[in-house]
T-cell receptor, first 110, second 111 residues
């Protein structure tokens, strides 16, 4: 079992839809959870950073962490064509390297 | 504030050659981490440098080596290149164990 599992998609939605992206993990010691957005042939861009369980909202983006279920989510409201990208979840313990999921490819059509 | 920069943008090498990739960290950051991202995969941790010392290493062979300089910029060196080394190499900078910010990457093709 991989430490971080993420459905690679692809996921296709119409403009304005609510998008839900998810990752599961096996290491209960993970404390820091991140979502990165990566456009084709570019470096990952940090979208959300969450410590431990709970919700965090930033504009159209909401990150949720459920440590009891080892499950994290990213919600995108009112999705736009510019949101079309690969979304990577990442997590780590204190003082250790990031462990990434494979990424989910999202396409938002106008 | 200057973000993370990497050079070159892309390069092509042949099997058995050596390559050096460079990274300049974001202003104020003292930690640099290197990742390898194969096509269709998430980034895989290679190693991290903190104040010029290696501070953690992933599951990569010794032919992957690095340096960090007093200005916190960094190099990744790969010897005896193999076809499977073809990937996007990403550098990320941070303050110690804080949030990591990535550069645009160097795309390496090994023929």
């Amino acid at each position: 079992q991989k430490e971080v599992e993420q459905d690679p998609g692809p996921l296709s939605v119409p403009e304005g839809a609510i998008v839900s992206l998810n990752c599961t993990y096996s290491n209960s010691a993970f404390q820091y959870f991140m979502w990165y957005r990566q456009y084709s042939r570019k470096g990952p861009e940090l979208l959300m950073y969450t410590y431990s369980s709970g919700n965090k909202e930033d504009g159209r983006f909401t990150a949720q962490v459920d440590k009891s279920s080892k499950y994290i989510s990213l919600f995108i409201r009112d999705s736009q064509p510019s949101d079309s990208a690969t979304y990577l979840c990442a997590m780590r313990q204190a003082g250790t390297a990031l462990i990434f999921g494979k990424g989910t490819t999202l396409s938002v059509s106008s | 504030e200057t973000g993370v920069t990497q050079s070159p943008t892309h390069l092509i090498k042949t099997r058995g050659q050596q390559v050096t990739l460079r990274c300049s960290s974001q202003s104020g950051h003292n930690t640099v981490s290197w990742y390898q991202q194969a096509l269709g995969q998430g980034p895989q941790f290679i190693f991290q440098y903190y104040r010029e010392e290696e501070n953690g290493r992933g599951n990569f062979p010794p032919r992957f080596s690095g340096l960090q300089f007093p200005n916190y910029s960094s190099e990744l060196n790969v010897n005896a290149l193999e076809l499977d080394d073809s990937a996007l190499y990403l550098c990320a900078s941070s303050m110690a164990s804080g949030e990591q910010f990535f550069g645009p990457g160097t795309r390496l093709t090994v023929l």
